[in-house]
């Protein structure tokens, strides 16, 4: 994993097998990053559920999920902002 320090930029963006954060193209591991455990937690659950078929576009998009996505988005973003580091949504619909 590449460092993530201040100044960083990191890119949500949720897909397979657990993947939710990236920094230059290489998933990080959300324990690794200055969070709170239980958001590191709910995150990890939350994307766990991760399929194809909930994305926006589908027309069998779960709303319910989109909407806690964006939820863990603006507190993850929270959360690494106030440690210089600097989340960004890999695609529109994750910002509120």
Known sequence: M?????????EFWP???????WASGVRVDP?????????AVTAAEW???????KL???????????????RIFEAL???LWAHGIE???GEDHWRP
């Open 77 to 79: 973003r929270d959360e």
């Open 56 to 70: 926006p576009w589908e027309p069998t998009r779960d709303d319910a999920w989109i909407a806690d996505g964006q």
């Open 15 to 21: 897909d397979y097998g657990g993947a939710l954060l």
């Open 2 to 10: 590449p460092p993530v320090t201040r100044g960083s930029r990191v």
């Open 31 to 39: 324990r690794e990053l200055p969070l709170p455990p239980e958001l």
């Open 87 to 89: 989340l960004v949504a």
């Open 47 to 53: 994307v766990a559920l991760y399929d194809d078929s």
